[in-house]
């Protein structure tokens, strides 16, 4: 059985693709979220129609940890465009955020669907939102999506939006695009950040620089980036030891040499 009724339940009308139920019975909230995961823009113009809760919420299995998300949420998250056109020209709210406090404009970030992005930015959605102390351009950066970087950017993101510690990416802490990019190693959007204004030396209580991230994670070509384009060499920002001890601690011994070679200080500790 559908969950919209037995077919003699509901009538089609021509030309718009539109169900509608004969009954007027209330839709209940399963239909409503099993719908936003899977449906057609006709069903959900049905449902819409009688009365679904635009802010009803249900987890996305496909994911682990089952995390809950806003129906809109929901259909940018399997990039149904369509739906998603649809339900915020019904009111949805663009930066509605789901239990997790992940927004449409984060999923559609961080999964690096680009039109879907644009789409949420021209409905109004907050470019410089936070989630657990993130915002849609480090979560591209974290996916090494430079388009997705490239428009957030033209569309005005904070390029040095800091929102400090505790940020669940990987288990390690973050803090600027430009540190998650050093840190997964992306050296094209190392690149675009620091034309865009990025600062090269940022750090903040708890949180390293890009050179100790780099340094730390092994990623020797990004290490060469920062260096060229001004890094500190021996900046000790947060609570972890100075970049060339970063690469010692972690046995990245091409970075320790690297790093020696361009005038690295070494305490006692490692001399």
């Known amino acids: 059985m559908s969950h919209f009724g037995d077919p003699g339940d509901r009538v089609g009308v021509p030309g718009d693709g539109l169900v509608i139920l004969k009954t007027e019975s209330v839709i209940l909230g399963t239909d409503w979220c099993s719908w936003g995961r899977t449906g057609a823009p006709g069903d959900g113009r049905m449902l819409l129609d009688h009365g679904a809760d635009l802010s009803m919420q249900a987890a996305d299995r496909s994911i682990k940890g089952d995390p809950v998300y806003p129906t809109l949420t929901h259909a940018v998250n399997k990039r149904q465009n369509a739906i998603v056109r649809m339900l915020l020209d019904r009111g949805a709210d663009v930066n509605a955020p789901g239990k997790s406090g992940l927004t449409a404009l984060m999923c559609a970030s961080s999964k690096g669907f680009e039109d879907t ?44 939006l800091n929102w400090g510690a505790d940020v669940n990416l990987n288990d390690e802490e973050c803090g600027t695009a430009l540190h998650v990019a050093a840190s997964e190693g992306h050296e094209k959007i190392v ?81």
């Open 117 to 160: 992005l644009k789409m949420l930015l021209d409905w109004g959605a907050d470019i410089n939102a936070n989630w657990e102390s993130s915002s849609a351009l480090q979560l591209a950066a974290f996916g090494g999506h430079e388009n997705i970087v490239q428009v957030l950017l033209n569309r005005g993101a904070d390029v040095n």
């Open 191 to 271: 690149h675009l950040l620091l034309d865009r204004g990025a600062d090269i030396n940022s750090h903040s209580e708890g949180l390293h620089s890009a050179l100790q991230a780099a340094s730390a994670e092994g990623h020797e070509k990004v290490v060469q980036i920062l260096l060229a384009r001004g890094a500190d060499i021996n900046v000790r920002g947060g609570d972890r030891g100075s970049a060339f001890e970063e690469a010692s601690s972690n046995g990245h011994e091409a970075i320790m040499r690297l790093l020696l070679a361009r005038g690295a200080e070494q305490s006692d500790t490692y001399s």
